[in-house]
């Protein structure tokens, strides 16, 4: 299996860094494909947890090549940042590769992103307000900076000072206040400096590998229904963190790809504002917070809980043409009396036969449940999928009568060894 994608199946947060790390010990390359400092990915080592935002979750291994791949947007400040955390606990950074087509982010971007929100009001959108979408935007115009401008340090310098005079007649206009231009341009072509012997024509380096008959594994951010196609529009990201994405953000073909792993955790959650059927707001949504630490690895914020939704949960095995799936954090659900699972919509009466395009309906149906008597046990030891308690296989069981694709993998603890691998 030369390619795999992993890709989250609900609104992010599904526990992906851990199947990731799991993954990438048979993998010679992991790369990220889309996305940039907005997604938080936590992996739990023994007794030390790391929480990484830009560099793949395979820097772990020494023998993986992370790559920040050409669908990212990239704030250098934050990378940087990340590498020196990183190697100050012992785990060296100096394999990583950034795609020379990247786009990179910039203090204009974060404001754009911060005027836009306040704008909103009670509309606002929920984003990270990292500039994410701004530079997306610009990618989109043809006004970007990428990575491989770097390699010309006057030119390089030309383009920020450039598109910064640019950006502040807008930005002031919309009533912001100015950019300090001269300081900005001093620190990016410093850390353009910085960043110089990390970039590489990632495209290439992939397409080479697999000539080499490497493994190679791809890393999304966020996940199928945070998609800017596919997800609840307009609360989604702005780029493409399903399966398909994977082939515009790295370089790679779709034939070149043969095993999707979706990632699902046992329950539901949400950051931010949109649609959410099966939602829980009350004292078992605080439980499931509480037990599952469910606050942003980037902005800190307490997620949305709700029940797992095998309505959504089809609809991504549909979008991803996924061939697996990862259901995590089932430990989470040890200590509940009932577990519930929504199998389906009802609107007006009547069974809708598929997830809404339309997110006003998304927010107007009915969740149909079927309710599972709790475990009431530990399962944090259980390593094989017959010793897992007779309800947890059930809703194990239900997930693939109502999804079609097997479970493969089941996380029962955040560490990295706390999991159920089905052969």
Known sequence: MPVTVVVGTQWGDEGKAKIIDLLADSHQIVARYQGGHNAGHTVVVGDQKYALQLVPSGVFYEHVTPIIGNGVVVDLPTLFNEIDTLESRGISCERLKVSSLAHLIFPWHQAHDAISEFNLGENKIGTTLKG??????????????????VR??????????????????VLTALGSEKLDIDAIVTRFIDLGARLLPYVADTVN??????????QVLLEGAQATFLDVDHGTYPFVTSSNPTAGGACAGSGLGPRDITRIVGIAKAYTTRVGSGPFPSELIGALGDKIVDIGHEFGT???RRRRPGWLDLVMLRHAVRLNSLTEIALTKLDVLDTFETVRVCIGYEMNGKLLSGYPDNPELLSAVTPQYVDIQGWKTDVRKVRKFSDLPTQARTLVELVEKHVGVPVTMIGVGPERNECVVRT
Do not use: C
């Open 298 to 300: 980037v902005t800190g």
């Open 132 to 149: 994410i979408g701004p530079a997306y935007a610009d990618k989109a115009r043809r006004v970007g900076i990428r990575v491989g401008d």
């Open 152 to 169: 010309d340090p006057k030119r390089f310098s030309e383009l920020v000072r450039e598109r910064a005079v640019a950006e502040q007649k």
């Open 205 to 214: 380096l992939l397409h080479n590998s697999l000539d080499r008959n490497e």
